[in-house]
């Protein structure tokens, strides 16, 4: 028998609290609540704030690649 295992996890775990704050503030500036239950949110709508989040974590790596801050 096949075990499942979940490769969501966090690397970094000191890291877990900065990623719910950023989580929490990209939601926040778009429109969208996730603090508390969130049962009764659509997949559409955290998926768009994961999408956002990680569409700024990649702008900063780019940026921290090619030197810029």
Do not use: H
């Not at 996890?9 to 877990?16: F, K, Q, S, V, Y």
């Not at 603090?35 to 989040?53: A, L, Q, R």
């Not at 700024?56 to 780019?62: D, K, L, P, S, V």
């Amino acid at each position: 028998m096949q075990r499942s295992t979940s490769s969501n996890r966090t690397l970094i775990p000191e890291a877990r609290a900065a990623l719910k704050t950023f989580r929490d503030q990209v939601a926040t500036e778009m429109g969208t609540d996730l603090t508390g239950y969130n049962g009764d949110k659509t997949s559409w709508e955290c998926g768009k704030v994961g999408g956002e989040m990680v569409r700024r974590m990649i702008e900063q790596a780019e940026k921290g690649m090619s030197g810029r801050r």
